[in-house]
């Protein structure tokens, strides 16, 4: 192994991953350092979802009712650590104050042209990686049995259609025909046809890791903690002895702001963790689809392991140990919507959703620091947003002109 590099990328997540993809198509040398295994935290666990009709992130409630049924845990989709309420405090005021309607049109509009490409990059990524096996383009569906909120779900898709989301309203009838093995009394669905579907995220990073040695880059395990200006450069610690590189690029995930906070750079980043767990159906039920239970908040998402049952958000410690109360109180309800059989991992598996308080996410240089870059804080989207952000990175970093204007995600802005 070289010991100088022409970049750092640190963090194997798919979004490093992919950003050192990127940048070393534009012919540089790229070492990528991380202390665990690719794709192997957070980008192990979501709903496999290339989300392109997500047009609109999540956002805080605004109405007080709404406030008070988060913080009491009356909602399935979020949970709180009342001993984490205290830390979390002031990014959550900030973050109620950019969902805002106005505010969160805002965000929307500025996270607009990463949602846009997200697909056509990831795709150019998958082919390169012969990785087309692990991609099902079948989109995905939220369905609910609620007559009332399948109207405001219909009112919600005529507010994302001027933004090039295509979508299919789906009847019960419709609905049952999709998925004949849903037990659950569905009134409708639409059925979000854009997006693509991973069926196993973890085998992603992998391929793609795959595809950067066969390119020449080296992947190593290291320290990112070490990282440290050192002439022109920049210094990290590894397994096989310190390595520098003329550039680097923090891409650590819910890590991303302690590292950066050494340095000088004041991000306040919220934790959101999430939990998953595989299923295999019984006898021969088949889930077709992705599919998001908006009367129970959650997804169900069909993988190479089983069929993986996602949560929504839980608000606490990052390096806390896992409560998984939320996935205890959805397993039940999906059961008794789907013919889930015996759990795949003995429990629940957790992982940290790196989340700014305004949505989007931290991409572009460090003004501080010569050859410093960040990449991280995509919320519920590392996975959608991957590719895009290692595109806008390395044409920043190249010189080149951005396909979009990266001023929304500088790390200024905080």
């Known amino acids: 192994m070289q010991k ?4 750092l990328v640190l963090g194997a997540g798919i979004v490093g991953l992919a950003t050192a993809l990127k940048i070393q198509e534009r012919g540089r040398s790229v070492l990528l350092v991380d202390k665990g295994e690719a794709g192997a935290a957070t980008s192990y666990g979501n709903a496999g979802i290339i989300e392109r009709s997500s ?3 999540h956002a805080f409630p605004q109405q007080l009712g709404e406030i008070l049924s988060v913080i009491g845990n009356k909602r399935l989709d979020v949970r709180f650590h009342w001993n984490a309420l205290m830390s979390a405090a002031p990014f959550l005021y900030r973050y109620w104050r950019a969902s805002s309607p106005e505010r969160h049109l805002e965000t929307a509009k500025a996270a607009l042209p990463l949602i846009e490409n997200c697909m056509a990059e990831h795709m150019l990524l998958v082919e390169a990686a012969g990785a087309q096996h692990l991609i099902r383009q079948t989109g995905w569906l939220k369905f609910t049995r609620n007559p009332e909120k399948m109207e405001k779900y219909l009112k919600d898709l005529e507010t994302v259609k001027p933004y090039g989301v295509k979508a299919e309203v789906v009847d019960a009838k419709g609905f049952a025909l999709k998925e004949p093995h849903i037990t659950a009394p569905v009134v409708g669905a639409v059925h979000y046809t854009d997006p693509a579907n991973v069926t196993d995220p973890q085998e992603l990073s992998r391929a793609y890791l795959r595809l950067f040695e066969q390119r020449g880059g080296v992947f190593v395990k290291g320290d990112a ?3 440290d200006p050192s002439g022109d450069g920049w210094r990290v610690d590894t397994v096989q002895g310190a390595v520098t590189g003329r550039e680097i690029v923090l891409a650590l995930g819910p ?7 050494t340095l000088g750079y004041h991000v306040p980043l919220g934790i959101k963790r999430g939990y998953h767990r595989h299923y295999r159906p019984v006898g021969n039920a088949v889930l077709n689809h992705t599919l998001y239970d908006a009367d129970y908040s959650y997804c169900a998402a069909p993988m190479l392991k089983g069929v993986r049952i996602t949560t929504g958000a839980e608000f606490a410690f990052r390096d806390g ?3 998984p109360d939320q996935m205890n109180e959805i397993e039940p309800l999906a059961r008794s919507t ?9 429990d629940p598996w957790m992982g940290s959703r790196p989340c700014t308080p305004d949505m989007l996410p931290v991409i572009g240089r460090g003004s501080k620091h010569k050859g410093l870059w960040f990449a991280f804080g995509h919320s519920h989207h590392g996975l959608t947003h ?3 952000t290692g595109r806008l990175v ?4 190249s010189g080149e002109k951005t396909f979009c204007d990266p001023t929304p995600y500088r790390i200024e802005r905080f």
């Open 386 to 388: 991957a590719a895009v």
């Open 255 to 261: 890590w991303s702001a302690e590292i950066a906070g």
């Open 225 to 227: 903690r070490s990282m």
């Open 394 to 397: 390395a044409e920043m970093m």
């Open 321 to 323: 140990p896992p409560t």
């Open 55 to 57: 047009i609109f992130p």
């Open 4 to 7: 100088n590099y022409d970049c």
């Open 338 to 346: 789907f013919p889930l059989g015996e759990a795949v991992e003995a």
